[in-house]
């Protein structure tokens, strides 16, 4: 069974780095059909798409976010990370890791978040 | 970006009624369409990939349907497991973007 689990600090100091780690398990990161993604719920709000990462180590980053954040991959711990830079109280909010999947046919393939993590809530106040 | 737009943003509904939510695109996203059930502390659960194919394990009486711009999900018979927030999401084209949700209460 795969299963993915988010860990980092609850609490991060305005303009300060947010670090969170995704560790992935019953599955290889290091796989050309899938990539890994991190997405975010602000309190009471709807899902954000962060980034994604491949195993090529191509990412693709959200533009609001772009300036801010990066994503890595550590193959030999089967796992992947989030940097975010300069927070503030707007990026308070629970972060959540998802496999992604990418299946089809004849040229045309589809993309979906198919395993997430439970989530990971920080807060960032001083 | 392409902008996701879900209606309602809310329904009230009973166990045994068909709910039907509906997600339109700001540009064509042809079947780039996926549907996702988030329970308030849990993590979000993939129910429909590509517009209409069920992902492993999640019961039949949830179908999508839609392609371009429109997009439907529907749920035959609600459950009361069912009572949550579905979200749509658009893989067309980058930067991904989520619906707003819509919350399915009783």
Redesign the interface.
């Known amino acids: 069974q795969v299963r993915l689990q988010e860990s980092g600090p609850g609490l991060v100091k305005p303009s300060q780095t947010l670090s969170l780690t995704c560790t992935v398990s019953g599955d290889s990161i290091n796989s050309e059909t899938k990539s890994w993604s991190w997405i975010r719920q602000h309190p009471g709000k709807?899902?954000?798409?962060i980034g994604n990462i491949y195993y090529s180590g191509n990412t693709?980053?959200?533009?609001?976010l772009r300036s801010r954040i990066s994503i890595s991959l550590d193959t030999s711990e089967n796992k992947f990370s989030l940097n975010l830079t300069s927070v503030t109280a707007a990026d308070t909010a629970i972060y959540?890791c998802?496999r992604v999947?990418r299946?089809?046919s004849r040229g045309v393939y589809?993309?979906?978040?198919?395993v997430?993590?439970?989530?990971t809530t920080v807060t960032v106040s001083s | 970006d392409v902008q996701m737009t879900q209606s309602p943003s809310s329904l009230s509904a009973s166990v045994g009624d068909r709910v039907t939510v509906t997600c339109r695109a700001s540009q064509s996203i042809s079947k780039f369409l996926n549907w996702y059930q988030h329970k308030a502390g849990e993590a979000p659960k993939l129910l429909i990939y590509a517009t209409s194919n069920l992902h492993v394990a999640v019961p039949s009486r949830f179908r999508g349907s839609g392609s371009g711009t429109d997009f439907t999900l529907t749920i035959s018979t609600l459950q009361p497991e069912d009572f949550a927030t579905y979200y749509c999401q658009q893989t067309y084209s980058s930067p991904w973007t989520f619906g707003q949700g819509t919350r399915v209460e009783i």
Do not use: I, Q
């Open positions: 709807g899902l954000e798409w693709y980053y959200s533009p609001s959540y998802a999947r299946g089809g589809y993309s979906y978040m198919d997430w993590g439970k989530g």
